[in-house]
């Protein structure tokens, strides 16, 4: 162990603070009960954007660096419908939507890595 790990341990034990959540890969599981998650990969893994209000607006996750690279979802929402969207230069273009508490699923061939922008429209 070097000298400079050794360091950091002692420094974190002494202030509290733990390594981000995200320094890690996420799962299924690190979706937060009523959450949208989007993932990196199939099967849940890589948890890289979450959403939670439902008022009809797009997420523009394409904005935030994080478009087209969508592989699996999980809807833990119990009040919204996830209608998740392409931008084609012009508009957005449906590419799947789903219903509230719909267990995780991973994007079929065709829809993989083309998720831009996300819109959580509340149905209670």
């Not at 993932?39 to 209000?53: A, M, V």
């Amino acid at each position: 162990m070097s000298l400079f790990t050794v360091a950091a341990a002692a420094v974190l034990l002494t202030t509290g603070l733990a390594a981000p959540a995200s320094a890690r890969p996420g799962t299924w599981y690190d979706c937060p009960d009523k959450w949208f998650c989007l993932y990196d990969h199939y099967n849940g893994d890589g948890l890289f954007w979450k959403g939670i209000n439902c008022g009809g607006a797009v997420y523009n996750i394409g904005a935030q660096g994080l478009g087209d690279r969508a592989n699996s979802y999980w809807n833990r929402t119990t009040h919204a419908t996830a209608q998740m969207l392409n931008w084609t230069g012009t508009r957005w273009e449906p590419v799947e939507t789903i219903g509230p508490f719909t267990n995780g699923n991973n994007l079929s061939a065709g829809k993989i890595d083309q998720i831009d922008g996300v819109r959580l429209v509340c149905i209670i």
